[in-house]
């Protein structure tokens, strides 16, 4: 587990002592950081779609667009709104 990690694990424990139970049941954090904040955010708003299934098929489609460079904040500009909408 990584140094911020364990800070942030040892700082809730005793910060919120409900909390602090609750973080001993579940063990450690598995939660890799992304560098790439952007898609991530991308992600984010995208899995908030009506299911899982609607939103990995907008994601698919939305990256294909996008092209091998991925989520790239210039790229989602140059999308028109017809391209946008046939993402889905």
Known sequence: ???IWTK???YL?????ILGEII???GPCRLLPHEDYFSVLVQSIVSQQISVKAAASI???L?????KKGYQPQR???LSDDEFQSAG
Do not use: I, Y
Request: hydrophobic letters at 35%; proline letters at 4%.
């Open 24 to 26: 001993t049941e579940v």
């Open 8 to 10: 942030a694990k040892k």
């Open 63 to 67: 990256l294909l667009l996008c092209g």
């Open 1 to 3: 587990m990584s140094r």
């Open 76 to 78: 989602l500009l140059e």
């Open 13 to 17: 424990q005793q910060a919120d002592p």
């Open 59 to 61: 994601g698919s489609r």
